[in-house]
């Protein structure tokens, strides 16, 4: 069975950085579709970030330009860069394997001064 662990969230100040990473287990080779989500506070999932075979990572224009995913398909892991982080930046993070509908159990980012 696939399973998910996303690491790297924290505590932020407004414009800084924060690089999340999500690593898969109980699969045989590298994902190879994999997505980020996030959910801020009062906010339905919303997508950020995915991935498909063509390694050519695509995102809503609500995060265009900020939000970087790149892919470590020999180790099964996922990144999301995240710069210039804004307060509406405050979410949940998820990584999401839609091969085997498996979610991450998330990590926290949080933007304060």
């Known amino acids: 069975q696939v399973q998910l662990v996303e690491s790297g969230g924290g505590l932020v100040q407004p414009g800084g950085s924060l690089r999340l990473s999500c690593t898969a287990s109980?699969?045989?080779?590298?994902?190879?579709?994999m997505r980020w989500y996030r959910q801020r506070p009062g906010k339905q999932r919303e997508l950020v970030a995915q991935?498909?075979?063509?390694?050519?990572?695509v995102y809503p224009d609500s995060v265009k330009g900020r939000f970087t995913m790149s892919r470590d398909n020999n180790k099964n892991i996922v990144y999301l860069q995240i710069d210039g982080l804004k307060s509406e930046g405050t979410a949940v993070y998820y990584c999401?394997?839609?091969?085997?509908?498996?979610w991450g159990q998330g990590t926290q980012v949080t933007v304060s001064s």
């Open positions: 109980g699969v045989t080779s590298a994902i190879f579709d």
């Open positions: 999401y394997h839609p091969g085997s509908n498996t």
């Open positions: 991935i498909s075979v063509d390694n050519r990572p």
